[in-house]
């Protein structure tokens, strides 16, 4: 399990009680670098580590959410101290909360989601965030695949909103480090570097080594050790950060003294500070005695400076309604710094989370115990330190004028409390064996309708099923011969919600009988195989033989051609069933083209597990029967061995 940085030791505020400073600004000072992916631009720090049991991650367990990944999480044992706002993610994993105070189910977000992570791309994007440092623990236990994932996933991502990422090695008890962190960065992160979304400084790409220096037992690295790998990174043609102690310039309190060369060697310095303020005085204290001491110390020596910008531990109740945040971004930019590190974007944790979170008692479990975003007794919008972000960086940037007030208003627009009315005339469009279709006539709102939510009742129970922003919905995973009762509800960006409409009940049709391998013998295609184990042999009939793509070398595929298009429901993988191979998780997504040249995705990535103990099989059954004609899939990762490998690939429609 990763360690949370909570786990940095603390340090006194000497002084911090004097009282706020003077708002006088300081002497602007050049910068080292010219303006590039990191200088002059926001960079928020990026998690990425949550992850839900039935999200197909290789991890396989509430990561982060729980002290017992095997358990959902739940009152008095939930490692989150705050509650993320689901509206905008089209899935979610139920804890074991009670619902939330609008009667939702109290469902989390797995980062393992591609959309998830687009999600949170997207709202950097619209606030403001330049960069994201993508937090990289020691990857060779058993969280190594996951994280892998993960690393494409930002990067897809990034690409996909024009955002750039880079890689951040956090070093907390990775006692083999210095070795290690190479070798990853050689054989697998360096590669990331192709990608026109990776960030670069001065033509370099960048990397972050977070953690050298700090005066725990967690970074025992010796000054000669730090400095190897950092001089490593420089040869490799880096432009390397580092993420130091609060107090790395006179090497006290969380720093070890006698690492004043390490922290001179990198090309950038990232002071930390979560859990070091939680107020405006102890901000002002910052400011005049250690940010403008530091930035002196480094313009003096060409190195640039990224300190921190911290939203406050809501938890705690320190962020007082933005005035903390904007503090720092006011400080920061009359002292003349050209970057800053906002800590951090996802870190539901901590607390010091700017993604969107719940804005009310309305958007988080009644008995979560947590506080929402109102706790100060001032209502805003659930995306309010995202657009705090915005402003705070746009003043950075000089774009607007430096003020100490905050200007970010608590709502975009004003608060919205009229819900949208009830949506009209429900209705049954369709049924297979496992879906029901439904249509509905469209609801109406003061503002806006945000979209729609689909429940499914038994009894007198009700629990949403899906989200959308259309005038339909499909229910999939449903049983054949099964009646099932569905009713849905509109709700606006504010968080109201209309009452259910009509409710109608559908039962869905009996299973079909059919079990041809439609692939059996069928033409093949592939990324690449090696050796004598071409596609091919994925169609034979014969489980002892195989394909396997070239190694390392994600990602890879295998694709059938089903002669014609065709009703297609379930996908048969199979690997040879001798007990010499072991057991093996595969990261696999299906798509689907009628014409063998646009696919679309049937089935997102997934971990799918091969245990000769149980026939080394995995099945893939597609949400709803899909009409295709070229099925392929795509292998990003295996747990035991460095290439995709299929010794059947079988096709059923049922």
């Known amino acids: ?108 977000f797995s980062s393992y989601d591609q959309q998830t992570v687009d999600t949170h791309f997207r709202w950097m994007q619209q606030n403001g965030c330049d960069t994201a440092a993508l937090q990289r623990f020691n990857p060779n236990g058993g969280e190594g695949a996951t994280r892998d994932a993960m690393a494409q996933k930002v990067r897809s991502a990034a690409e996909a909103t024009g955002r750039k990422f880079y890689v951040m090695y956090d070093v907390t008890w990775w006692l083999n480090m210095q070795g290690e962190i190479k070798t990853d960065w050689t054989n697998k992160m360096s590669a990331h570097t192709a990608s026109p979304a990776y960030a670069r400084q001065n033509g370099k790409p960048v990397v972050c080594i977070w953690g050298f220096g700090f005066n725990d037992d967690g970074r025992p690295f010796a000054p000669a050790a730090c400095l190897d790998v950092i001089n490593w990174f420089k ?105 800053v590190y906002i800590s951090m974007f996802d870190e539901f944790n901590e607390g010091n989370q700017i993604a969107k979170t719940a804005e009310s008692a309305a958007w988080q479990p009644t008995n979560s115990g947590m506080r929402a975003l109102d706790e100060d007794g001032t209502p805003c919008s659930s995306d309010y330190y995202l657009r705090l972000t915005n402003d705070g960086g746009r003043m950075l940037k000089g774009q607007v004028a430096l003020t100490d007030t905050r200007f970010t208003v608590p709502f975009p627009t004003g608060p919205d409390q009229t819900a949208p009315s009830v949506p009209g005339s429900l209705r049954v469009t369709g049924t297979t064996d496992t879906t029901v279709a439904l249509a509905w006539n469209a609801a109406t709102d003061n503002v806006g309708v945000a979209g729609y939510r689909v429940s499914r009742v038994s009894g007198s129970t009700s629990t949403v099923i899906g989200t959308t922003t259309t005038l339909a919905f499909t229910a999939t995973g449903l049983t054949a011969s099964t009646s099932y009762t569905f009713t849905v509800a509109a709700y606006d960006a504010a968080g109201n919600a209309s009452g259910a409409s009509n409710a109608v009940t559908a039962t869905t049709s009996a299973p079909p009988n059919n079990t041809t391998n439609l692939a059996a013998g069928r033409p093949t295609s592939e990324s690449s195989h090696t050796q004598v184990y071409g596609s091919g042999n994925a169609v034979d009939g014969n489980t002892g033989t195989y394909w396997e793509s070239a190694n390392n070398a994600w990602p890879q595929w295998l694709q059938v051609d089903l002669g014609s298009a065709m009703a297609t429901r379930r996908i048969v993988l199979t690997l040879p069933p001798q007990s010499s191979w072991a057991t093996r998780t595969q990261t696999i997504a299906v798509s689907g083209s009628t014409d063998g040249g646009s696919f679309t995705t049937i089935v997102g990535a997934a971990g799918y597990t091969f245990n000769p103990a149980t026939g080394n099989t995995a099945t893939i059954t597609f949400p709803s029967t899909v009409t295709t004609r070229y099925l392929r899939l795509t292998f990003t990762a295996n747990t035991g061995w460095p290439a995709g490998q299929c010794s059947e690939f079988r096709v059923y429609n049922g």
Request: net charge neutral; hydrophobic share 40%.
């Open 1 to 108: 399990m990763g360690v949370s940085r909570r786990s940095v030791i603390a340090t006194s505020l000497a002084g911090a009680a004097a009282g706020a400073l003077p708002l006088a600004a300081a002497t602007e000072a050049a910068a080292a670098s010219p303006p590039g992916d990191v200088v002059g631009k926001v960079t928020v720090g990026y998690q990425g580590w949550f992850a839900c049991i039935g999200d197909g991650a290789p991890i396989n367990g509430w990561w982060h959410y729980s002290p017992n990944w095997s358990q959902a999480p739940a009152p008095g044992a939930c490692s989150i101290t705050c509650w993320p706002d689901m509206r905008d993610f089209t899935k979610g994993y139920r804890s074991n909360f009670a619902n939330l105070g609008n009667g939702q189910p109290a469902n989390l």
């Open 235 to 339: 040869a490799q043609g880096c432009y390397v950060i580092g993420g130091v102690p609060t107090h790395w310039r006179l090497g006290t309190d969380d720093s070890r003294a006698g690492y004043i060369d390490v922290y001179h060697a990198f090309n950038m310095i990232s002071p930390w500070m979560v859990g070091r303020i939680s107020d405006n005085a102890g901000a002002d204290w910052f400011y005049t005695n250690r940010v403008l001491p530091d930035l002196a110390d480094l313009n003096a020596r060409g190195i640039d400076y990224q300190p921190c910008v911290i939203p406050g531990d809501l938890a705690a109740g320190h962020r007082r309604h933005g005035e903390l945040m904007w503090r720092q971004f006011y400080n920061h930019t009359r002292a003349g710094v050209q970057s």
